[in-house]
């Protein structure tokens, strides 16, 4: 079974959403990504019928309001990708930093959806007036229009009826979840963003998420989060407090891209917490997950 993902984005699931899945319940009430970016775990868990329904949130407001769109009027968006990536004739750069020019004064989200497909590593950057200012990938135009809408169309029938699509603080998320809901976190990871995230203008404070974790264990909500990992010696964001008694699991996820451009072997190697309760219903143990274990559970998922 082929996974439909409409959305470029940097640090994306989508990958390790085969092993990330194996540590989710078969069967959920609801799935709530407080954190979505693309929503790639709420996409992979809807194709493999997992979950009876969705909450899909995310604080940038123009990537919520795409994954609303291409969820709830999949036409329009994809109809309004098309128009634009065929814009693309004579110089396709300067055609690029206009839709963005537009996007910026506009905050179309459709508009959004070109950029993301363009830019340089589907990377999220906003200036300080928060203003995007990612450039164009040079080497590229982006996904082909009956391609994207393939992609666009097949999320809309997996999700739509099912999701709810928001924009909130995630503080705001967690306050109402409840013990029948599975909670996937991926935030920006501390080490790497220190006070300020591109993606949103803010990091998430470390110590303020810490405290949200033990929160939901205080309520026995069930949860996983990706927060931290390292590439070769470098280690990105701090280990969660070992009192919230999460169980770790260290996923590989293959050389790193700038490994691979360095003429160097470093291995990227990402965390993923479980929560008391999930650890226990899933019978779950810290150990580490090699690549070619990955690669296996991909082609089993997609053969479904």
Request: net charge positive; glycine share 8%; proline share 5%.
């Amino acid at each position: 079974m082929r996974i439909p993902h409409p959305i470029q984005y940097q640090g994306s699931k989508r990958v390790l959403a085969p092993t990330i899945l194996r540590y989710l319940p078969r069967s959920m009430e609801r799935f709530v990504e407080p954190f979505a970016g693309s929503g790639a775990l709420s996409i992979a868990c809807a194709a493999l019928g997992r979950a009876k329904s969705f909450w899909i949130n995310d604080l940038n407001k123009p990537l919520a309001d795409l994954l609303n769109l291409i969820v709830n009027r999949p036409k329009e968006v994809a109809d309004a990708y098309e128009r634009t990536w065929n814009g693309q004739t004579g110089d396709s750069l300067e055609h690029y930093y206009r839709v963005r020019e537009d996007f910026n004064r506009s905050g179309d989200p459709r508009l959004f959806l070109y950029l993301l497909a363009r830019c340089v590593k589907g990377s999220v950057r906003y200036n300080a007036d928060g203003l995007f200012n990612q450039s164009p990938d040079k080497r590229r135009r982006g996904t082909r229009p009956e391609t994207m809408r393939a992609n666009i169309v097949a999320v809309s029938r997996l999700l739509r009826g099912k999701a709810v699509v928001s924009c909130m603080d995630y503080r705001d998320v967690l306050a109402n979840v409840n013990e029948a809901d599975v909670v996937y976190m991926d935030p920006p990871y501390q080490g790497v963003c220190g006070d300020r995230d591109s993606r949103y203008f803010a990091g998430v404070d470390f110590d303020g998420f810490a405290a949200a974790l033990s929160d939901l264990n205080r309520r026995s909500i069930r949860f996983a989060v990706s927060y931290d990992g390292r590439t070769g010696g470098k280690t990105f964001g701090r280990r969660l407090p070992g009192a919230l008694r999460l169980t770790h699991i260290q996923l590989e996820a293959g050389r790193s891209s700038q490994a691979t451009l360095l003429g160097r072997k470093d291995v990227t190697v990402e965390s993923l917490y479980l929560s008391a309760p999930l650890a226990r219903e899933m019978g779950a143990k810290p150990r580490v997950h090699r690549r070619g274990e990955e690669q296996r559970l991909m082609f089993e998922v997609n053969r479904r």
